[in-house]
T-cell receptor, first 115, second 108 residues
Framework: ETGVTQSPTHLIKTRGQQVTLRCSSQ?????VSWYQQALGQGPQFIFQ???????GRGNFPPRFSGLQFPNYSSELNVNALELDDSALYLC??????????????FGPGTRLTVL | KNEVEQSPQNLTAQEGEFITINCSYS?????LHWLQQHPGGGIVSLFM???GKKKHGRLIATINIQEKHSSLHITASHPRDSAVYIC??????????FGTGTSLTVIP
């Protein structure tokens, strides 16, 4: 058990809608990263937040946005949902700058289906 | 072309066999990660490497920075090792890149 939780577990939306996914990091973890994993593919990096500031972003459009809160929780917001947004969304937290000083602890993911 | 390439894509082994999964990358990196993903999505971080070798139980990970190559070895494989193994790198430009994974099945 990593101590990282995500909600909801599953979600069904229709094209054009907006969605908010939530992640609760381990206490004391300052860094959270969000990833999108399409079926049969490896994860794709969306962005990373460190101490509530965006600290790196992958090749995703601005309709993917995020927030990190002082209580070690974070959100991924996706506007104007498209069919291709259907995927497993994973968050991962670490105590320091993930990938340099600390390993990442992954949550179980939220499976989003866009109809 | 993907920044991270893994081989093989699929691997079937008999219990007890020694297994090697390879990862090559094309970007400058600050660290390389080996991850294990079980059916249903749960991902566990196995190793984070920036040089040399690390060992944890039956798992060994090595990295050659000059050759931009890493290997994950599993000794005395067991059916519970069946999972998808993913190589991921954090680039010098603060991006994460993932391989598409190696699906391992260990047969009793």
């Amino acid at each position: 058990e990593t101590g990282v939780t995500q909600s909801p577990t599953h979600l069904i939306k229709t094209r054009g809608q907006q969605v908010t996914l939530r992640c609760s990091s381990q206490s004391g973890h300052n860094t959270v990263s969000w990833y999108q994993q399409a079926l049969g593919q490896g994860p794709q990096f969306i962005f990373q937040y460190y101490r509530e500031e965006e600290n790196g972003r992958g090749n995703f459009p601005p309709r993917f946005s995020g927030l990190q809160f002082p209580n070690y929780s974070s959100e991924l917001n996706v506007n104007a949902l498209e069919l291709d947004d259907s995927a497993l969304y994973l968050c991962a937290s670490s105590g320091g700058l993930a990938g340099i000083t600390d390993t990442q602890y992954f949550g179980p993911g939220t499976r989003l289906t866009v109809l | 072309k993907n920044e991270v390439e893994q081989s093989p894509q699929n691997l079937t082994a008999q219990e007890g066999e020694f297994i090697t999964i390879n990862c090559s990358y094309s970007v400058g990196i600050s660290a390389l990660h080996w991850l294990q993903q079980h059916p249903g999505g749960g991902i566990v971080s196995l190793f984070m490497l920036s040089s040399g070798k690390k060992k944890h139980g039956r798992l060994i990970a090595t990295i050659n920075i000059q050759e931009k190559h890493s290997s994950l070895h599993i000794t005395a494989s067991h059916p519970r090792d069946s999972a998808v193994y993913i190589c991921a790198v954090r680039s010098s430009g603060n991006q994460f890149y993932f391989g598409t994974g190696t699906s391992l099945t260990v047969i009793p």
